[in-house]
T-cell receptor, first 113, second 113 residues
């Protein structure tokens, strides 16, 4: 079945540091890939998405590229801010039926000033 | 502005009680989902629904049931709450066609004592 694996957290960085959160997936065909973010006390919200190989999703300075050859969708940001502190989830939606999301375990990110 | 609302942010129930969690969306979405979120496990799908009166089991349906009598409302029912159902419960909705994001409610943190 489909699955998503994220790098284990928690991750703690200083403000303006470079961020990478690794995400790899297992799926048949070409799933759609997503990064969701959950700020403290809130539900999840979409950060970015990519629907086919080599697509790059971007939003709020975050980027992720759909790499079919390595089955990866790593999240990056060049200079993080304290306001980026949150839990980040990688997810995929499979190609067959259902339109269900499969989530990774989440990575808690803390940015110190 | 799109909105998914959940009936309670925090809920404390006793073992054996029947518990209702309500979710309402105002986007006329066909698909609705119930997840539970646990540390280190990400989000796991409990049930989902494609349409009124239609429901399908997700990955962890045991101990839960759902009801969808109106398009905008999707209820999660714990017939007899147990301590291992203490968790954060998240509702989401999605439009049927195309590659669309899921919109999440703020979550209900349920404690069963």
């Amino acid at each position: 079945g489909n699955s998503v694996t994220q790098m284990e957290g928690p991750v703690t960085l200083s403000e303006e540091a470079f961020l990478t959160i690794n995400c790899t997936y297992t799926a048949t065909g070409y799933p759609s890939l997503f990064w969701y973010v959950q700020y403290p006390g809130e539900g999840l919200q979409l950060l970015l998405k990519a629907t086919k190989a080599d697509d790059k999703g971007s939003n709020k300075g975050f980027e992720a590229t759909y790499r079919k050859e390595t089955t990866s969708f790593h999240l990056e940001k060049g200079s993080v801010q304290v306001s980026d502190s949150a839990v980040y989830f990688c997810a995929l939606e499979g190609v067959q039926g259902a339109q269900k999301l499969v989530f990774g375990q989440g990575t808690r990110l803390t940015i110190n000033p | 502005d799109v909105k998914v609302t959940q009936s309670s942010r925090y809920l404390v129930k006793r073992t054996g009680e029947k518990v209702f969690l309500e979710c309402v969306q105002d986007m006329d979405h066909e698909n609705m989902f119930w997840y539970r979120q646990d540390p280190g496990l990400g989000l796991r799908l409990i049930y989902f629904s494609y349409d009124v009166k239609m429901k399908e089991k997700g990955d962890i349906p045991e101990g839960y049931s759902v009801s969808r009598e109106k398009k905008e409302r999707f209820s999660l029912i714990l017939e007899s709450a147990s301590t291992n159902q203490t968790s954060m419960y998240l509702c989401a909705s999605r439009a049927l066609a195309g590659v669309h994001e899921q919109y999440f409610g703020p979550g209900t943190r349920l404690t069963v004592t």
